[in-house]
């Protein structure tokens, strides 16, 4: 099984306070790892640090056996990265902001135009892709954000709140993407309040607070 990403005494400390120290851990192909913790224990910090947005912290990151501070370039080309903000611009419509992330991310799928009308469909957004986002309700917003995750595949997802302002039925469509990626053998790492409803191990990495942490395996 390839090995996606993977840590080793990895630790971060903030005004004087360890949020969370020797942590070791791997995710591999086809694997799903849930982050746990109370407010304030680091859960989006770490997201962020193993996406390569942060680079102050001790230890080592690996993606797919290489140090990630030598390969972040290999990384980004395989990583969608969603944080618990929608991320989007209010005075361009759904499909300007997908065609926004296009030009951000590097996509490399054949025709670009075609990606965004299916990833737009597949979120429930058919009808909304030409109205300015500001217009749109908080729920399709965020269904524009997630629409993100159907541009182009990518072998990482790592989603920080992903369910936030979406109703039940967003909520089972997402469990069943998610699902779906790590079935076609993707990784997600995913911090959410909101209690996963799916099928197969989950892996769990559990922040107390206080610096300390519990890593379970899937």
């Not at 942590?23 to 799903?32: I, P, R, V, W």
């Not at 269904?143 to 039925?169: K, N």
Request: proline share 2%; hydrophobic share 40%; glycine share 12%.
């Amino acid at each position: 099984m390839t090995v996606h990403l993977s840590a080793r005494g990895l630790g971060c400390e903030r005004d004087d306070r360890w949020l969370f120290a020797d942590l070791t851990f791997s995710l591999a192909a086809g694997e799903l790892c849930r982050v746990e913790g109370p407010n304030g224990s680091g859960k989006t910090t770490l997201l962020r640090i193993l996406s390569g947005q942060l680079g102050d912290y001790s230890g080592e990151l690996h993606w797919c056996g290489e140090r990630l501070d030598r390969h972040a370039k290999a990384l980004r080309g395989e990583l969608l990265y969603l944080g618990h903000r929608a991320g989007i611009k209010d005075g361009l419509s759904a499909l300007e902001n997908l065609a926004w992330y296009q030009a951000l991310g590097e996509y490399r799928c054949d025709d670009a135009e075609a990606a965004r009308w299916r990833a737009l469909e597949r979120v429930g957004l058919t009808g909304f892709e030409e109205l300015p986002v500001e217009r749109l309700s908080a729920g399709q917003q965020r269904r524009v954000a997630l629409a993100r995750l159907h541009l182009e595949r990518r072998a990482l997802w790592i989603l920080d709140e992903p369910f936030t302002a979406i109703d039940a039925a967003g909520v089972a469509q997402l469990e069943g993407w998610m699902a779906e990626h790590r079935d076609a053998g993707g990784s997600v790492l995913v911090t959410s309040h909101h209690p996963l409803e799916l099928d197969g191990a989950m892996a769990r990495i559990c922040l107390d607070g206080r610096g300390g942490h519990d890593v379970i395996a899937a």
